[in-house]
């Protein structure tokens, strides 16, 4: 990357700018190609300081970041080629174009996306992500290109937009949708520094986006002012009220909480958990065509086959050897088939006393309907609803850890431990305090 300095001729000389997309943010975005390679190009300038000096502080952060990222090397990662000013010390910054379209306008287009195509995004993107050595900070939909399949993936603009505590300090900065929308609760409350962490919870953003057709706070494009209110106090409505399943919905909300000990810690952490409410249990999906036959079924078909096709006339000694005989064949060809079902069978656990959870434990709570998830080190665990028995195979210590989740209530924590196996706990949830 070079240092363009004398900005508005290198832009003149090495870059034919094509066509302005428009202004998201600071920045206004332009399309071009830089020459003679004809290589498609994104143009980046920040117009905003036409009329006011930009911080010293502020341009120094834009030329390590553009730095930095022209080191990038990762697969899907839009490099840096330039940076430099133009007139005035108005900054720019130059990017490969990656192809395909602007995720932004693929959900214009489409509303949302298929929970296939939301998981499979999400997994592509935190590879992106993840694989990078420093981290996004503002990772947005328009950001992100994609194929028309969802098979490739890219992300451009590492590293370049400013934290809101920065953005802040600007006198002609308009907290618009583009700037806001990455951002977590915190970041409006002190210091907005990027991290892998902050990195994840932009991209549990997109995919709530993707889901509902709305973003988690800003549901009006256009005026964030109502979502700068609710961002502060309020949790997001759940993806379960957009027709999302519940276990999708739990992995979503838990990647916003508001709570940053409860989010994960990286991106690839928020797609795994997300790609793993997609995998099918083998055991509980039946073959077509292996449905057991009834009894019934059988003995019709052993008399069909029993039906000679000639028949010469019996004498009535023999007809009555031959219909006890018959008799004795069916009733043991029933009592075998039923003996095998009964072996296929798997036979019932038994209670083992070093493994009191076998057993199980009931949660319940007032008022009851409380969601019960497992807190394990591999992420949540969704199991149900209160009253409920927990469900055994989670057994993996000495103690376990469940957590109560109501609407309108506090989260509440418990640790069972193995003495208390078998038994009953009852938990009054609690109202959020006001203060």
């Known amino acids: 990357m070079e240092n363009l300095q004398g900005g508005t001729l290198a832009l003149e000389h090495r870059y034919e700018v094509e066509h302005h997309e428009g202004r998201r943010g600071l920045i206004n975005r332009y399309r071009g190609t830089q020459t003679p390679f004809a290589k498609p190009v994104e143009i980046l300038v920040w117009h905003i300081f036409e009329e006011s000096t930009p911080p010293e502080a502020f341009l120094d952060q834009l030329k390590s970041a553009s730095e930095q990222a022209a080191e990038l090397t990762a697969d899907g990662v839009a490099r840096v080629l330039d940076f430099g000013e ?14 395909g379209q602007r995720l932004t306008s693929v959900l214009e287009n489409q509303g949302t996306l298929s929970v296939e195509d ?11 992500l993840d694989s990078a050595s420093m981290p996004h900070g503002g990772l947005g939909a328009h950001q992100v290109r994609v194929s028309e399949d969802f098979r490739q993936v890219a992300v451009a603009e590492f590293g370049l937009s400013l934290g809101i505590d920065k953005v802040r300090q600007l006198d002609t ?23 892998k962490a902050t990195d994840a919870y932009a991209l549990a953003t997109l995919a709530y986006s993707a889901l509902a057709g709305v973003h988690p706070y800003f549901d009006d494009l256009n005026d964030t002012s109502e979502g700068l209110i609710r961002i502060k106090s309020d949790s997001p409505a759940p993806l379960t009220d957009f027709g999302v399943e519940q276990e999708i919905s739990d992995v979503v909300e838990r990647a916003l909480s508001r709570k940053k000990k409860q989010r994960f810690k990286t991106p690839t952490a928020f797609a795994e958990a997300l790609a793993a409410t997609q995998v099918v249990d083998e055991t509980e999906v039946s073959s077509p065509g292996l449905a057991e036959p009834s009894v019934e079924d059988v003995v019709e078909e052993l ?20 219909l006890l005989l018959f008799v004795l064949v069916v009733s043991n060809l029933a009592w075998l088939y039923h003996a095998s079902i009964e072996a296929s069978k798997p036979e019932p656990q038994a209670v083992d006393p070093a493994n009191p959870l076998i057993r199980g434990i009931e949660i319940s709570s007032n008022p009851v309907g409380a969601r019960v998830v497992a807190v394990t080190d591999a992420g949540d665990t969704p ?5 409920l028995v927990v469900d055994p195979g989670l057994n993996s210590g000495s103690s376990l850890q469940i957590k109560l989740v109501k609407s309108g209530f506090d989260d509440t924590l418990l640790n069972v431990h193995k003495n208390e196996m078998g038994g009953r706990v009852e938990v009054e949830l609690k109202e959020p305090r006001n203060d």
């Not at 939301?118 to 992106?128: D, E, F, H, R, S």
């Open 303 to 322: 008399l069909a086959a029993s039906e000679p096709t000639v028949a010469p006339e019996p004498s009535p000694r023999a007809t009555t050897f031959g």
């Open 118 to 128: 939301t998981v499979g995004l999400a997994g592509k993107l935190a590879q992106i």
């Open 173 to 195: 900065a308009i907290m618009d949708f583009e700037l806001v929308a990455p951002k977590s609760p915190e970041a409006f409350d002190g210091p907005d520094l990027p991290s």
């Open 86 to 99: 133009i007139e005035a010390g108005v900054p720019f910054v130059v990017l490969e174009q990656k192809p």
């Open 383 to 387: 199991l149900g609803e209160t009253p």
